[in-house]
């Protein structure tokens, strides 16, 4: 069964601080890789699409380790605007995304 | 430029009848993916179409759900004789296409959602 693992938290964190979430997927064969955020009974958005061995946007960094099959997402300098639902998500093929149950992280003053 | 669009945003039907679930995909967009959230659940796939073609409907249930996507107007997912357990937001998402070996062109942008109530 292709599954995608991550750790469900919560994360409770300060303002400021550095934060990081793993995912493990369990297809190797998969290609894409990407992170998206869910605010609580909305919509996925797309946060970062992880190509190669990773990237970096502003205060996210997303790697990609795929000897180990897992991705990293890594959130610098924490704003309590960044409190959400991570969501770890792999396309293993055309069409299908497979997504993670998801990460809450939350950010307090 | 819109986002992907859904209607009704909030559906409520008694057990037994139709629920009908209308999607219009970002401008610029021929492929379309329904996915189903449960209650304390994450996503899952349900069916990708293009326009007028069902590419992968693994993840459709086998009975009472159908899905299209017509030469014109938006994608519809349709289940019928509704039960409690359809209770669930369903989210579509659109992408430019598809890659095997990904890249922008595989990112799929996502609409509001329709939260079905099944009483």
């Known amino acids: 069964r292709k599954e995608v693992e991550q750790d469900p938290g919560p994360f409770n964190v300060p303002e400021g601080a550095t934060v990081a979430f793993n995912c493990t997927y369990s297809?190797?064969?998969?290609?894409?890789f990407f992170w998206y955020r869910q605010d609580c009974r909305k919509e996925p958005k797309l946060l970062m699409s992880v190509y190669s061995s990773g990237n970096e946007d502003g205060r996210f960094t997303a790697q990609l380790n795929r000897a180990s099959q897992y991705i990293s997402l890594l959130i610098r300098d924490s704003k309590l605007s960044d409190s959400a639902t991570y969501l770890c998500?792999?396309?293993?093929?055309?069409?299908?995304?497979?997504f993670g149950k998801g990460t809450m992280l939350l950010v307090s003053p | 430029n819109a986002g992907v669009m859904q209607n009704p945003r909030h559906l409520v039907r008694r057990r037994g009848q139709e629920a009908r679930l209308r999607c219009s995909p970002m401008?610029?967009?021929?492929?379309v993916y329904w996915y189903r959230q449960l209650p304390e659940e994450g996503l899952k796939f349900m069916v990708y179409?293009?326009?007028?073609?069902?590419?992968?409907e693994s993840g459709m249930p086998k009975e009472r759900f159908s899905a299209e996507f017509p030469k014109e107007g938006p994608s519809i997912l349709r289940i019928q004789q509704v039960v409690r357990g359809d209770s669930a937001a369903y989210f579509c998402?659109?992408?430019?296409?598809?890659?095997?070996?990904?890249?922008?062109?595989?990112?799929?942008?996502f609409g509001p959602g329709t939260r079905l109530t099944v009483l």
């Open positions: 297809n190797s064969a998969s290609q894409s």
């Open positions: 179409l293009q326009k007028e073609n069902i590419i992968d």
């Open positions: 998500v792999v396309n293993e093929g055309y069409s299908t995304l497979t």
């Open positions: 401008k610029g967009h021929s492929h």
């Open positions: 998402a659109s992408s430019p296409g598809t890659s095997e070996v990904g890249g922008p062109y595989n990112e799929q942008f």
